[in-house]
């Protein structure tokens, strides 16, 4: 019997290139994902809409997540601090920490999210598809999208 051993193998993209999702107005380009780096890391190129309001206030017990913002402004929030992300800025959220992210402005946001250990990026592909088979969003039964929220490592604060 003999080890395999998994074979990294490099990633070369043009830009705009790479598997691309959208849903509720977001557009992501996946530029490595988890199965490129044996689950270390994966990398997203993450387009927010105008007025995007982003994911609700959360935390994860595993993932640990930056963003770098490449064009417009992005409001980050980490606990009750707020900051305008301009193109250059970055911001890293460690495992534990409330946060969440939106787009305020009148014009789409661009920025790179980096994701560690990697497969949280599986979530934005369930994301989708749930998104697209209901008939309105928020879904009016939301057990689906909590389990969905639990599943990929997103937690709530206690209210």
């Known amino acids: 019997m003999t ?3 998994f ?5 070369l993209l043009t830009p ?9 107005g977001v557009n992501l380009a996946y530029k490595v994902s988890s199965a490129d780096t044996a ?5 997203l190129e993450y387009v927010a809409p105008p007025k995007f309001a982003g994911p609700p206030l959360h935390w994860h017990k595993v993932t ?9 402004v992005v409001t980050f929030r980490k606990g009750e601090e707020v900051f305008k ?3 250059g800025a970055m911001v890293y959220i460690p495992t534990g920490i409330l946060h969440t992210f939106s787009n305020q402005e009148d014009t789409p946001a661009r920025f790179l999210t980096f994701l560690s250990p990697g497969g949280f990026e599986e979530y934005f592909k369930e994301l989708a598809a749930l998104a697209q088979s209901e008939p309105i969003w928020p879904p009016k039964d939301m057990k ?15 209210k």
């Open 7 to 11: 074979q990294l193998q490099p990633r």
């Open 16 to 24: 705009g290139a790479g598997p691309t999702l959208s849903f509720l």
């Open 85 to 87: 992300g301009e193109p």
């Open 3 to 5: 080890d395999q051993v």
């Open 39 to 43: 689950g270390a890391w994966a990398l």
């Open 144 to 158: 689906k999208l909590l389990a969905l929220y639990e599943k990929y490592d997103n937690f709530f604060p206690e």
């Open 64 to 72: 640990n997540e930056a963003f770098y913002v490449l064009e417009g």
